[in-house]
Nanobody
Framework: VQLAESGGGLVQAGGSLRLSCAAFPLTFSRYATGWFRQAPGKERELVAGISWTGRSEYADSVKGRFNIFRDNDQNSVYLQMSSLKPEDTAVYYC?????????????????WGQGTQVTVSS
C-alpha cells in the first residue's frame, strides 16, 4: 500500500493551500483517513479526519479554517487549508486506518504517506 501526499509549500499568513493524498491499491472509502502534522520538537497530532462513512472531525486549532473531504471517484482525500497561520507550519502526513471511526492516536493508523512540508511565513 502506498499513500502519497502533495500540495505542500510556502505560503504567507492568511493564505490557502490544498493538500492531496492518493493511495494505491487502498480504497479510501473503506478506511478512516486522517491528516496529521508534526512540527519540530512536537508530537504528531491529528489535524482532521474523515471516517469511511464521511463523518469528519477537526482539531480545535483548525476548526473553521480547514476542511477535509474525499473524492471516491479519484480515490483521493484532500485537506483544504485557509487562513493559514505561522503555527500551522509542519510536515503534514496522510494516514489510513482500518475501522469505522476517526482516530486521534497515530498508532491506530496502518498506512502512512511520506509527508509534505507546509511553511507559513508571517
Amino acid at each position: 500500500v502506498q499513500l502519497a501526499e502533495s500540495g505542500g509549500g510556502l505560503v504567507q499568513a492568511g493564505g490557502s493551500l490544498r493538500l492531496s493524498c492518493a493511495a494505491f491499491p487502498l480504497t479510501f472509502s473503506r478506511y478512516a483517513t486522517g491528516w496529521f502534522r508534526q512540527a519540530p520538537g512536537k508530537e504528531r497530532e491529528l489535524v482532521a479526519g474523515i471516517s469511511w462513512t464521511g463523518r469528519s472531525e477537526y482539531a480545535d486549532s483548525v476548526k473553521g479554517r480547514f476542511n477535509i473531504f474525499r473524492d471516491n471517484d479519484q480515490n483521493s482525500v484532500y485537506l483544504q487549508m485557509s487562513s493559514l497561520k505561522p503555527e500551522d507550519t509542519a510536515v503534514y502526513y496522510c494516514a489510513a486506518a482500518s475501522g469505522s471511526s476517526v482516530y486521534s492516536r497515530p498508532s491506530r493508523y496502518n498506512y502512512w504517506g511520506q509527508g509534505t512540508q507546509v511553511t507559513v511565513s508571517s
